[in-house]
Every structure is written in structure tokens, then in C-alpha cells.
């Protein structure tokens, strides 16, 4: 029974104000920014989650996921959840008790991986590289020839590190030479950087909505193969997870249309916004403007004396990874820019905490004015905290970089 002096029983409404977030610049890890056409679309009114006119749209977020991808997948849904919903969707699926997934282990997210596939039953092994590096064609090869596993898994853009994995298709092939299945985390890359789920062979790919889609995140992208997904249909157990089982799943997003769970409407409508603004400005294009706006960004942080962590070769154009100079205390630098320029950029994680500095090129975010602001913030900030590094030479190196 609540008693007079239980909080629960009365609220006083007025110590609760009316919803005003700040206004911030988001460079970080994600979520980025998000287009006004995308909160637009979510600010108009639901209809059912089996309504025709809501059906129509399912297929549409479909057939335009398939265009991001660069997949002719029939199974392409966007997962009820984040990135993480959708990443345990693919693991929870594919690896079955006493499969073998092979994981790496350059980053946060590869553990992120491991543990999902442990949790589904799994026997974990890993293939090695350190973090800021990415994986080697031929110690994949020699891990999957060692370890025979039933899964692989790699992370195309590893945002914890800011590199981006090249080689896809030959990782891809060691891990086929061996009759394993692929399951790539493209969280940070699609609709950023390069990404082609057929013409590289990747069995399943997930992905999130808030990085380089500019999209809230609630409604996450998931590809898999005909072969995939025979292998989650055949299971002999169910999956883990009711809600996350793809095989109930297909009854919503497959012919039938059949209730499972309410389909998250409002981000279904922002993900269809978000993935027409993907089609109208074109793929290739979309990946070339990240390319170029990072690029930017990046002249601008070596032009003040900053060094990028990656090398150029793994660059990571959605994240930009920045060492933190000598005698800098990261999370200082992090919460002055909030302060004093209501901007948004991430400190380092697990090997690399206290080390870079984590700045996000994506989306909506990746616009010339963005690159030139948080280059000149973080310069600001940084000299007034007693980095010697060249403000100014930053800012000319980004102009520069822009106007080639
Ligand atoms: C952000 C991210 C995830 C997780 O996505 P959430 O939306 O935070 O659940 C997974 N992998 C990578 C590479 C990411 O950057």
C-alpha cells in the first residue's frame, strides 16, 4: 500500500519543465545529426502496424535497405532496437549451441560480438590483430583453417579504433574456403563508406540508424543471404531470444504480414526518410561527400599539429580517431567543447582510453560548416588547456582541403 509520503503517489508538475534538449553539434561516435526531413517524417501521425497504407511502407524501407546494402537480399528488415538489437539478432540466429564463431580482436566491438555469440551457446575463438589495426587476409586464413568455425565475424568500420577494414573480399574467401558463414558488423559504414554486401560475399550484415544514415536510432538494418538463412531456419533449437527470432520475424516482415510485435511505426517512417535522402543524393556520391568532409577534417587537425592514430591506409572517414597530445586530459578537452561550444566529440575506449580523441564525419553531420567548427573548437580548446598546436593552420588546411 503507498503511504502518504510515497513519491510515487503525486508528482509536482511544475518542477517538470517543458522538453527543451540543448542545441549541439554532434561529432561524436554517434548518434549524428539528424536531417529535418527525418524529423519531419516523425513527427506525423501513426497508423497500424498492419495498416495497408503501413505495409506499403514496409516494403518501401526494404527495397531502399537493399540499396544501401548493395544487396539483392530478400531478407533485409530493419530490426525493432539499436545496433546492438540487430547485431544480436545476426549472432543470436546464426551461431547455435556448440557452434564455433571466430572474432577479432582489434577493437570493442569484436568483444562486443564474442560475448553475444557466447550467451547464444556458442565456443568463441579469436583472430588477432591489435587495436588501430585491421585484420590480415592471411592470419584470417590461418585462424579459419586452424579453428574451422561455423561463424566468422569482422567489424568493417571499427568505431572504437577509427579504422576501417579493407581487404573484405578476401576475408570473406578464407572464411568461405571453409564452409563458414560471415557476419559483418556495418554499423559506422553503411551509407558512409564503401560497402557492397554481395559483390564482397557477406552473409549478414547489421547495422544501426544514428551513425552515418542520420536517423535516430530505434529501427536497425539487417541483411542475410538465402544460405544465411536456411542456416536459422534448419536450427534444431529455437534461438535464445523470442523477441530477436528471425525465423517468427519473417512472419511480419515476409509475405504473410502477420503480427509478432508492434512494429516500432515512428521509426520505420524515419527510416524510410532517412534511406530516401540515402537514394536521392546516390550511394556512391554519399560515400564520396564522407570521404571528402573527413578528409577535411582530417588536413584540419594535421594541419594544427594534431597525428591521426590510423594510418592513412585504414582510415576510417565516419571516425576520425585523434591522439590526444602529450600533457591533455581527454575528458577535459570533451567536456569544455559541451560547455563552451555546445559540440560533441567521444574520448577513447578500452586499450585506447585516455589515448585519441573520437570524432565522428557522418551523415547529416558531414557538412563543411561542422569540419570547419569542430576544428576550430578543438583548437580553441586544446590552447587554452596549453597544447601547442596551430589553430589557425588548422582552419587554413581545412579551406584548403574544401575548396580542391
Ligand atoms: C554503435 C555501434 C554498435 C552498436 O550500436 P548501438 O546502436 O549502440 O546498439 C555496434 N557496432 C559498431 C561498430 C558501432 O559503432
Known amino acids: ?133 585491421p585484420l590480415e587476409p592471411a592470419t584470417v586464413s590461418d585462424a579459419v583453417a586452424e579453428h574451422e568455425p561455423d561463424v566468422f565475424g569482422f567489424v568493417h568500420a571499427e568505431t572504437s579504433t577509427g579504422v576501417l577494414q579493407p581487404n573484405v573480399p578476401e576475408l570473406t574467401a578464407a572464411a568461405h574456403d571453409h564452409d563458414a558463414l560471415v557476419i559483418a558488423d556495418t554499423v559506422t559504414s553503411i551509407g558512409g563508406v564503401e560497402l557492397r554486401v554481395d559483390e564482397w560475399d557477406i552473409d549478414v550484415a547489421y547495422a544501426g540508424p544514428q551513425k552515418c544514415l542520420s536517423c535516430p536510432p530505434g529501427a536497425s538494418p539487417l541483411t542475410l543471404s538465402d544460405e544465411a538463412m536456411e542456416k536459422v531456419l534448419s536450427r534444431e533449437e529455437d534461438p535464445r531470444s523470442w523477441y530477436l527470432d528471425l525465423s517468427l520475424l519473417e512472419g511480419y516482415w515476409g509475405d504473410e504480414r502477420a503480427y509478432h510485435h508492434t512494429a516500432p511505426i515512428t521509426n520505420v517512417y524515419a527510416i524510410r526518410e532517412a534511406l530516401r535522402l540515402v537514394a536521392e543524393e546516390g550511394i556512391e556520391e554519399r560515400w564520396a561527400r564522407h570521404e571528402r568532409l573527413a578528409g577535411a577534417l582530417k588536413a584540419g587537425v594535421e594541419g594544427m599539429g594534431l597525428e591521426m592514430n590510423a594510418p592513412d591506409e585504414f582510415w576510417l572517414p565516419s571516425l576520425n580517431a585523434v591522439r590526444v597530445p602529450d600533457g591533455i586530459d581527454d575528458g577535459e578537452v570533451c567536456s569544455e567543447l559541451i560547455e563552451r561550444y555546445d559540440l560533441e566529440i567521444a574520448s577513447g575506449l578500452g586499450d585506447l582510453e585516455g589515448e585519441i580523441f573520437r570524432i565522428g564525419c557522418m551523415g547529416y553531420s558531414a557538412r563543411p560548416e561542422n569540419v570547419i567548427y569542430v576544428v576550430t573548437a578543438l583548437g580553441d580548446v586544446l590552447e587554452s588547456l596549453g597544447a601547442s598546436v596551430d589553430t589557425g593552420a588548422g582552419v587554413s588546411a581545412v579551406r584548403r582541403a574544401l575548396s580542391e
Not at 527525418?38 to 501513426?46: C, I
Open 1 to 133: 500500500m503507498p503511504t502518504a509520503d510515497d513519491s510515487s503517489e503525486s508528482v509536482d508538475v511544475s518542477t517538470i519543465s517543458e522538453l527543451t534538449p540543448p542545441d549541439r553539434t554532434l561529432m561524436g561516435p554517434g548518434p549524428s545529426e539528424v536531417h529535418p526531413r527525418v524529423l519531419q517524417a516523425m513527427s506525423t501521425p501513426l497508423v497500424g502496424h498492419l495498416d495497408p497504407s503501413f505495409v506499403e511502407i514496409m516494403d518501401e524501407v526494404q527495397e531502399l535497405l537493399r540499396y544501401t546494402f548493395r544487396t539483392d537480399n530478400q531478407w533485409t528488415i530493419p530490426v525493432s532496437g539499436t545496433g546492438s538489437a540487430a547485431m544480436e539478432a545476426a549472432i543470436g540466429n546464426l551461431v547455435e549451441p556448440g557452434d564455433t564463431m571466430l572474432v577479432p580482436t582489434n577493437g570493442y566491438f569484436g568483444g562486443r560480438m564474442a560475448s553475444m555469440a557466447r550467451r547464444a551457446g556458442g565456443e568463441v575463438v579469436e583472430v588477432d590483430a591489435p587495436w588501430g589495426e
